[in-house]
């Protein structure tokens, strides 16, 4: 639809009226907004005039409330789940020197990206997602978490990390986003990793957003899955470790030298929303799965037909798919047809545990299908 600058003009000097809910929603929208701007050094004035802004969004959009409320929060959504930026692969296969004279067919299984619901997923997990920024200058780069949520399962962290002349902690492109992810070179002077304390740790995938970013800006989201339950009460935290020097000269030095180098640890706390809920299916013996809209932990032990040996490895996870009740249906992974529609696996114990990259309306699912075994949800 397009509108004159007449009619841009007439609609924002119509007296508008907005509910003490939208009107807050704005307000919280734009304190936020400019603390962005506190943090990155680069204060800029947005202007309190709520009516005008909230009759601005009207011409956009009908969902006024929704939609700026969400807005915060659209890098998180379109970065975890949404697909503007992240394009749809098919099975790629490869030969790879096998490191003995020969050459060996490597499949990339296919993934599958699709539009997110702003609105939606507000409305389904925004309580849960931070919407206030954490900013660490490290060295010469700049670490911003923009947006962080958890559940008992794994946890979904948007952010960026930018450097004058260069990121140089990080690497990452399109190889690394269809295999295992970016991870930090040997010139980076700092590392971090997320954890719940001493016995629960997170394993991750780092995408790079390949459109968004810059040689200078990194748009990153990062795929967390936790080693162990996470239980009511356990903070997620961010420890970044500071090196001396590079992590390449670090790990040259003796076990001794390393012992004694000067390496410093900040811990931070990432979330004080809780964790998004999850709802489990319990066919005793017969089979059990916990999910929510974000990820799926299966116990392999159950159901199966699997040796104890057996349920600790994920090669045995042949088939995960959730169906839906209008006949739809998500395949997260399946091993016949090399597709692996997620955003990070893996085996912790005899549990399988995917993050989803995408949403799912746990209302929606009629049953679960993992290998041969069927979960009803309903």
């Known amino acids: 639809m397009r509108i004159s600058e007449n009619q841009l003009r007439e609609t924002l000097s119509r007296e508008v009226q907005v509910s003490d809910q939208v009107n807050e929603r704005l307000r919280d929208t734009y304190e936020i907004l400019e603390k962005r701007q506190e943090d990155s050094g680069k204060k800029k004035y947005y202007g309190r005039n709520l009516r005008a802004a909230a009759a601005a969004a ?33 099975v790629i296969h490869r030969e790879i020197d096998d490191g003995k004279d020969g050459k060996v067919t490597v499949d990339i299984p296919s993934k599958e990206f699709v539009p997110v619901d702003e609105a939606k997923a507000e409305a389904m997990i925004g309580q849960w997602v931070t919407d206030e920024p954490i900013v660490r200058e490290i060295g010469e780069h700049t670490l911003t978490i923009e947006s962080f949520a958890y559940d008992k399962n794994g946890a979904w962290m948007y952010f960026t990390l930018g450097r004058e002349g260069g990121v140089t902690a990080l690497q990452g492109d399109m190889d690394t986003n269809l295999t295992k992810g970016a991870y930090f070179t040997d010139d980076a002077e700092f590392y971090f990793n ?44 961010l420890s970044i470790e500071r090196y001396p020097c590079t992590r390449g000269e670090l790990y040259a030095m003796s076990d001794e030298e390393r012992a004694a180098a000067d390496i410093q640890t900040e811990t931070i706390e990432l979330s004080d929303k809780g964790q998004i809920p999850v709802q489990s299916i319990d066919l005793g013996e017969n089979g059990f799965l916990e999910y929510s809209p974000v990820s799926v932990s299966v116990d392999m032990s159950k159901g ?36 692996e529609n997620n955003g990070y696996v893996m085996g912790a114990g005899v549990w399988y545990k ?18 041969d075994v069927r979960f009803p949800a309903e």
């Open 194 to 237: 997320l954890n719940c304390g001493e016995e629960i740790f997170g394993c991750d995938n780092i995408y790079i957003d390949m459109e968004k970013s810059t040689d200078e800006l990194l748009y990153c989201s990062d795929y967390i899955l936790w080693s162990e339950g996470v239980e009511e009460g356990d903070t997620p935290k």
């Open 304 to 339: 199966m037909g699997l040796s104890d040996e057996e349920a600790q490895d994920p090669y045995y996870m042949k088939h995960l798919e959730i169906r839906y009740k209008d006949g739809s249906s998500y395949v997260v992974s399946d091993q016949e047809g090399c597709i």
């Open 354 to 371: 995917a993050a989803f990259n995408r949403l799912v309306d746990t209302d929606e699912i009629a049953e679960i299908l993992v290998n």
């Open 58 to 90: 009207a011409i956009i959009c009908c969902g006024v409330p929704s939609i700026v409320y969400a807005s915060v929060k659209t890098g998180f959504f379109e970065g975890m789940f949404g697909n503007s930026t992240k394009k749809s692969t098919e």
